[in-house]
């Protein structure tokens, strides 16, 4: 069992700059590839960035590619999403996952509660 618990999320101005941090339970941390994902009002969940469990390779949605930056810490049980030059499209609750790498959210097993994250205009 893995519990995990965003934090980070907030209310910044377009071209802003947020972190986002995913504190992990769980002596198993470091086994598994972690994901971000995204759900904004109306819309889908959808990807925005995976890393595997060493950190050593990151997939990123071609929306966020070249703003977002994923990373991890195996020591602290941490992942992090850095995210630079937010536009108001990226406004969204921002949930970070624990399972297999992979793009699509069936390939994680547990989830956190999400952090909201608002880019005004």
């Known amino acids: 069992q893995v519990q995990l618990v965003e934090s980070g999320g907030g209310l910044v101005q377009a071209g802003g700059s947020l972190r986002l941090s995913c504190a992990a339970s769980g002596r198993t941390f470091s086994s598994y590839a972690m994901g971000w994902f995204r759900q904004a009002p109306g819309k889908e969940r959808e990807f925005v960035s995976a890393?595997?469990?060493?950190?050593?390779?990151?997939y990123y949605a071609g929306s966020v590619k070249g703003r977002f930056t994923i990373s991890r810490d195996n020591a602290k049980n941490t992942v992090y999403l850095q995210m630079n030059s937010l536009k108001p499209e990226d406004t969204a609750v921002y949930y970070c996952?624990?399972?297999?790498?992979?793009?699509?959210?069936?390939?994680?097993?547990?989830w956190g509660q999400g952090t909201q994250v608002t880019v005004s205009s």
């Open positions: 890393i595997t469990w060493d950190g050593g390779v990151t």
């Open positions: 996952a624990a399972g297999t790498l992979g793009t699509m959210a069936s390939r994680y097993d547990y």
